[in-house]
């Protein structure tokens, strides 16, 4: 962050008395447009919806390449085609995969629950029967991780996002010693909401580390894996490779899912782990399905063509949603560069910008961004129960309005920062 | 059954051993023609999936009626034109209806998982915090109801499926003193395999039984309520507004989708119940899934239009399917009838012709008719743990294959099932 102006922190109460006031009006005019915009959700634009249009007249064929009718019942973990090109993109063997339906985060849901109620390849017992489950959350995160874990009764443990990933020496001290640490999560690219990637070296380290539980889990959400904002394509680090070399074949299970890729919710998702965690989670999916939509697989198969047509087509989301991203960053930096009242990310991908404001006006700032027709994600959102124990985490999600409205909201974002770090500093 | 010949069961010693004679004679003839025949799987046949390409296709629009883009996220409780359309198959209110993705096996296993690991509405603790839980399963029954619940730890307690549904009497004294009895499966309508169906009088017992377990559920599996084979398109019994007037709404969840109306594992699934289950269903979804693919459910929307257009399809499929069951009859009677070793099903619906060979020798007859290059379903597959206790029954799936191999099948397998009698009454 530039610094052009002098830190607001330590200004002289007469100039902050006069940049409230100034702050206030710049807020009374935001208010009087009337706005009604909102960067709640990771959404796809309708533009960004378009680009996959042809979807809706495909696929042409019923038929999979072994002549399979994709029409009737079968065939548990999905087409071969599709698991290839899912598994080109993720860097892993197609045999380690299983193409599933239209949730990513159903098929972390069934994971977690089948090791609640069986155990899994390593488990001594179903986590279940445990007194205690927890898992290591690092935070800001996602925050359907962290309710999922709430609603399932695991005890959530935090620890850094670091630009690099998760604080790894954190992560080793809770895992090392507690037996009832069961998992993490983890978005290794392109995180949310930090835009962290998780390095090379990180990876070893977290697949590597000892764990006093013996079926310790990494859920490796990639969910933002080819989802590129800059030429820098990042290549995720080799989860399952590095677990394997580590001897803990078992500890990472990927996932992916095309929702931010072709429709957001009619998409494909997919799985990818060892063999023996893949037989574990087929067997328990031969109990609760009969097989996947096989017509909508085939669907984005013939869409794609093969896994470099969905990066050519990754590169066309691309130019839809930077403008907006570097949109966040005109208004942000317009307003707020050399305060010292916030800082934030500048993602090379993935859906979302992190704004951190001063300790204890985040609730404020998204109070008064409400006030004026902004809807931003609830304070805390980004932390398991909804609770950032410093209050200055704000997750800002740019993609789904049209570009117009986010240079409007986030200047308008950019006063409420202001203005709230004001109002507490002036207090 | 007519009984145009003698009985074998009463015929002299040397009467069957030249029956036997004759039925080896034609059973080396039946292998000899060396068939390859699968009458395993209920799947609809590809003239049946064809009756539905039009799908391929649609949606021709990306917007439901009120104008919501289906191709972005949420919606967890599905379009509300399909939920009409199914909430008039069904008979309930569309404001109980949730619709979701391509399997109501899926929703089922929700349900029941969501119990084990939540409980419901009127559960004092969840049911995995219970010593036993106990399901009451009508036998013979469906398959995947049976191994689901053994996957998941929940005992079976069998009563006799009649013509008119679960035998009441026998589950009444189930359920009234245990409160470890949880619940039973029932398919209502043309119940796999008998093709049972449930009638008013029955429906109203279940619902308004006392039972000793305060959130004991009816999973109402009615997958075949539209699946009529002949003009008696018999209506389901009314299970919600049943149980809500006998005092207990929460008793039954309702669950059906199009596998077996448009394609086999990429149609649209829902549940019905309560106010207070749905609710507790959706909030339960709201941590495992983002909304089911809307997409899908509006592409069902734009080929049928409205229900009548759901049971004008059903009709196509009658005309394909009905021949086939007019020869599982036609074949089983012009070698079985009369003889006494053989009862089956006269479906009016559904997917199933229910066998019973003579005691201890069904398993025998599958063997046979292996042998022979006729699959048929595994002996004892319609009971708990695959256990048929008198080895008599025997499923009969004849929608699948081509007519005239449905006649070639059945000859054969009405050739097993007299030469396996003989070895039994010979032996």
Redesign the interface.
């Known amino acids: 962050m530039t610094s052009s102006i002098a830190p607001l922190t330590t200004a002289s109460p007469e100039e902050l008395a006069e940049r409230l006031a100034a702050a206030t009006r710049d807020y009374a005019a935001l208010q009087a447009t009337g706005l009604k915009l909102d960067l709640t ?1 990771g ?2 634009g ?1 533009d960004q ?1 378009d680009l ?2 042809e ?6 064929s ?1 038929k999979d390449r072994n002549g399979v ?7 548990l973990d999905g087409l071969p085609e599709l698991r290839e090109i899912f598994a080109d993109l993720l860097g892993v063997d197609a045999d380690k995969v299983v193409a599933g ?3 990513s ?2 098929m972390m ?1 069934q994971v977690v ?1 089948w090791m ?3 155990g899994g390849p390593d488990s001594p017992r179903p986590w ?1 029967e445990e007194p205690t489950v927890k898992f290591v959350c690092a935070v800001p995160g996602y925050d ?1 991780h962290f ?2 874990l709430a ?3 695991i005890e959530m443990v935090t620890v850094p996002m670091r630009e690099n990933g998760p604080d790894v020496e954190a992560v080793k001290a809770l895992v090392a010693d507690d037996p009832t640490v069961k998992g993490m999560w983890l978005v290794p690219t392109y995180a949310n909401p930090t835009g962290s990637v998780v390095t090379t070296e990180v990876a070893t380290e977290l697949m590597a580390m000892p764990t006093a539980a013996p079926d310790f889990r990494i859920l490796w959400d990639n969910a933002y894996a080819v989802h590129h904002l800059t030429d820098d394509e990042t290549l995720s680090a080799d989860a399952l490779g590095l677990a394997s070399e580590a001897g803990h074949p078992n500890r990472p299970i990927m996932f992916a899912s095309t ?1 931010k890729i072709t ?4 998409g494909v998702a997919c799985l990818a782990a060892s063999q023996e965690n893949r037989d574990w989670y087929l067997q ?1 999916l031969g ?10 697989q085939l669907r984005h198969v013939e869409l794609f063509g093969d896994a470099d047509g969905v990066r050519a087509h990754m590169r066309k989301h691309r130019a839809l949603i930077a403008p907006k991203f570097q949109a966040v960053q005109d208004a942000l930096g317009a307003r707020l560069d050399g305060l010292g009242i916030a800082r934030w990310s500048k993602p090379i991908g993935g859906y979302f910008v992190d704004l951190d404001v001063l300790d204890g006006t985040a609730a404020r700032v998204i109070e008064l961004a409400k006030d004026a027709g902004i809807a931003l994600t609830p304070a805390g959102s980004a932390f398991p129960h909804g609770k950032d124990p410093d209050d200055r985490n704000i997750r800002i999600a740019p993609t789904y309005p049209p570009l117009a409205d986010v240079e409007t909201a986030m200047a308008g974002v950019a006063v409420c920062v202001e203005l709230a770090a004001l109002e507490k500093l002036t207090a």
């Open positions: 959700r959404k796809p309708s919806l996959s249009s979807l809706l007249g495909l696929p042409t019923y009718d994709v029409r009737n019942y079968g065939g339906g239209n949730s985060l159903s849901y629950t609640l109620l069986k279940s359907r309710t999922m609603e399932l009764g929702s429709f957001a919710g009619a328990r109990f609760a399905a009969i097989g996947p939509d096989k017509v909508n």
